[in-house]
């Protein structure tokens, strides 16, 4: 399977934006750590996109049609208020698996709710870093088509 995987606004700045909320390893080191976990599950090939624009965000996702199996996205702070980038999930009819480093339903108000959530196949909040490989395994089990 090709899995697109795209990080949203801010997300550049991981590894020294708000290190006490969202951790102190880097972009770079979280699509490494994903990388490794789609190498050990075999034949599964990862597309990475960071970007702070919704435009863009919304191009990259049409580009998935009928092209990639599967999307895992942090749409950062897009997530809860971004219609154009959860019609374009619901467009393209590829499972999506929305991730957050952070667990959001602690967090400020504005947080807990997703406008993506409705359009995902599942989400991953609250494990850090580590919710990337998490969303991968799930991704890919599902598209496997196995349970459990
Ligand atoms: C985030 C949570 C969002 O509320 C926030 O705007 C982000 C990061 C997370 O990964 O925890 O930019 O998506």
Redesign the pocket.
């Known amino acids: 399977p090709i899995i697109l995987v795209i990080n ?4 550049n700045l991981l590894g020294k934006r708000e290190p006490h ?2 951790g102190s390893e880097t972009l770079a080191d979280v699509e490494e750590k994903v990388s490794r976990v789609a190498s050990e599950m075999g034949d599964c090939e990862l597309i990475f996109f960071q970007s702070n624009h919704e435009g863009q965000i919304v191009d990259k996702i049409h580009e998935a049609f009928g092209a990639y199996d599967g999307i895992i996205i ?7 208020y971004s219609y154009a980038i959860r019609d374009a999930i619901s467009g393209v009819s590829v499972p999506t698996i929305e ?6 339903h602690t ?2 108000e ?2 807990h709710h997703s406008v993506i959530a409705p359009v995902a196949v599942g989400q991953v ?2 494990f850090g870093t580590m ?1 990337y490989e998490l969303a991968l395994r799930g991704l890919l089990t599902m598209i496997k088509g196995v349970k459990g």
């Open positions: 949203g606004p801010n997300l909320i969202y942090n749409p950062g702070a897009f997530t809860h991730v957050h480093l952070s667990n959001i967090r400020e504005f947080r909040v609250g919710g």
